[in-house]
Each structure stands twice: as C-alpha cells, then as structure tokens.
C-alpha cells in the first residue's frame, strides 16, 4: 500500500493506528518515531508557516463574519493547515484542482483573493472568480460529485497529450459516495493523471470515521482497485509537501492515480450551523489541538534556529493587515436580491415558483419589520 513502511503511530493515543504514515517534522506529542528527509528548503518552511498563520487568521476573520450576519455559513479549516498548504505548495501551474467546500487554504495558495474566495459565502450569486485562470474549479456542496470531474479532466487531458495533473479534494466521508468509488475505478482503469488528496479530518459533520469504513484505512482503497495508496500526517507540512510532490510525480509520470490520505483533524464544528459538542468530546478536540500543525512548524523552525521574536511578531502583523484588508474585500461584495433565486430555474416563469417567491418576500418582509 505504501512505498515507505514506517510505524511512527504511538498505540493509545486515543485515535486509530495505522502504519506506514509518512511523517517528517519531529511532534512533541508522540515518542520521537523514525522521520523522513523532507524536499523543502529553510526558507520554504519559512514561507509556509508565514502562509500558514496568514489563512489561519483569515479563517478566523470568516468565521467571525459569518457570527456578524455578513457571511451566509462558514466552513472552518482550522487544523487541517498543513494538509492544505503543503499539498497546495506542490502543485504545478497547469495541474487542476476540484475542491469541496472546505478547501479555502487550497484556494488561496492558488492566487484567488479572499473576497473572490468568498462570494459564495457571501450569498451572491456569480462564481467570484475564474476556475480557468487559477485551475481551481467551483467548490463542491455535493459530496464527490467533484472526484467525478477530477477524472474526466484528467482522462480529456492525457488524450490530449496536456502535462496536468487533476487534483481532487475530498473528505473521510465522501469516500463512502459511489461517486468517489466510480472516480477512483475510471481513474484506474485508464490510468489518468489524478490525485485523489482525502483529508481525513475523523469526521463527516457527526459521523466519526469508524461509523464510515470497516477498512482498517482509507488509502487500502486503492490497492483494492488497482492503483497507489499512501498515507501522511496531515498536520506536518512538510511531510504532506513530500508525499503529493511524490504522488504528483507519479501521476503525472503516465503510471496512473494515486491516493493520499492525509491524516488531520476538524478542530472546529462542520460549519458554522453545527454545533460539534454534541456529538464529541472536548478531550478528543484537546488531544487533536496539541497536535497543532503551526505550533509543530514552529518548534521546528525554533531548533533550527529561524524563528526569532521578531520573525514572530512580523508574520502575525502581516496576517492582521491582510485580514483587514480581506474584510474590507467581502464587505463591499453585494449580496444582491435573493428573489432573484428564481428567475433562471427555468426558462419562463413558472407557478409554483413564483409561488414560493412570493413566500420569501412576505418572510423578508417579516424579517424587516422585526
Ligand atoms: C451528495 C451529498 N450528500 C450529503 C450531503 C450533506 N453533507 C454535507 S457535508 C457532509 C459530510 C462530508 O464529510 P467529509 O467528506 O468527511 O468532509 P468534511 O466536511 O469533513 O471536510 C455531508 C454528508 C451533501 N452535501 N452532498
Ligand atoms: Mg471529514
């Protein structure tokens, strides 16, 4: 299943053991466990702690928004940093990503800016940005309807003889969908360039990941279909940057799919109209947030010596200025007449809408009138 076989795991930690993860930053959580050799540069794991603090306080800056009425609902990356950010880092210009709809540190390392990122979120209703122009495509609600779309991207491209690589980004849960499972087959079958990127974050809203396989991993899913499984600790930048350049490399070789499987964890509820303490306990939450995938960069940029205090101060600095700038970014976005819902269902009108339109103003109505 994995091309390095390493038991890094230590057994009671409270979470699921699995060998082969391919770890490369030391984590003062576990016993020290054997490391990988890792293909950044200093400076490299510089920039990506400094990208990694700057999309932690813009999400921060979402979800506070969303608290403020601006935001319709947010989905919160919080924790899942690294697995975003290192696996983002290693792709290539001309690679295509298909992302759910958490996939907001992806979308920013790709050059999207934050209130583009956002229309959505924000209720207006045209697509804020080009997918074309950052090979980024309308974030996905539906579950792995989009792993779909990720392989017949890559199947067009290698007909067409394009050097790209399809990304698909998808949860723990989705790969229960059948959609992921007749992606992954296709994608198999006829060895398209794809990478299937799943961050398992333990949870699909409250369902835990033992309630959604019986499979001892989810990266087995790929062997059993014919094609590369790996797995990574998702909260080492480092070690995800490593394992999908490999994969990337891979695929984008003619040897067909892989799967990685990025082991991380959803500090926050599903979104913002979840409330996750009913269905977990604050210790699983706690054990998750010592593994903080920043605070692991930064212990290990301190023994390397790169993180002085002032380093420190400046990255938050430059976070806090371009959060205020993204703020002011989403504001200026027009969430637009929400009437307007209806009109393009259907060439024409049609009575049963025109119905329910009339529902929504008389509730809008309401609503102002409070
Ligand atoms: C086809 C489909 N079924 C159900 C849903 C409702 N739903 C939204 S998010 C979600 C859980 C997804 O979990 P996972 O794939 O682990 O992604 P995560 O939210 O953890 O990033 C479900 C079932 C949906 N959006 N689409
Ligand atoms: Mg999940």
Known sequence: MVDNPIETNSPGSG??????????????????????????????????YQRMVEIRRFDELAMSLQRQGQLGVWASCLG???????????L??????????????????????????????????????DPYKHRFAMNSIPIATH??????????????????????????????????????????????PVVFFVQNNHWAISVPLSAQTA?????????????????VDGNDVAAVHRVMSDALEHARGGHGPVLVEAITYRIESHTTADDHTRYRTAAEVEEWRERDPIARLEHHLDSLGMLTDDIRRSTREAADAKASAARIEILQLSAGDPTELFQHVYHGERPLLQEQREMLRAELRAWEEM
């Open 215 to 231: 499979s001892p991993t989810l990266a087995d899913r790929a062997p059993a279909l014919g094609f590369r499984g790996m797995m």
């Open 15 to 48: 979470t699921r053991i699995d060998p082969g993860i391919v770890r490369c930053l030391p984590d003062q959580t576990r016993p020290t466990s054997r490391l990988l050799e890792h293909k950044l540069t200093s400076d490299e794991l510089l920039h990506l």
């Open 92 to 129: 290539a210009d001309q690679d295509w990503v298909f992302p759910s709809y958490r996939e907001t540190a992806v979308g920013l390392m790709r050059g999207i800016t934050p209130g583009d990122l956002l229309h959505q979120y924000r209720g207006t209703w045209l697509g804020g940005y």
């Open 147 to 192: 792993a779909l779309h990720a392989t017949g991207l890559a199947m067009a491209a290698k007909r067409a003889g394009d050097n790209l690589v399809s990304v698909a980004y998808i949860g723990d849960g989705a790969t229960s969908e059948g959609d992921a499972h007749e992606a992954m087959n296709f994608a198999a079958v006829f060895a398209a």
């Open 80 to 90: 899942q940093e690294a697995a975003q950010i290192g696996s983002a880092y290693a």
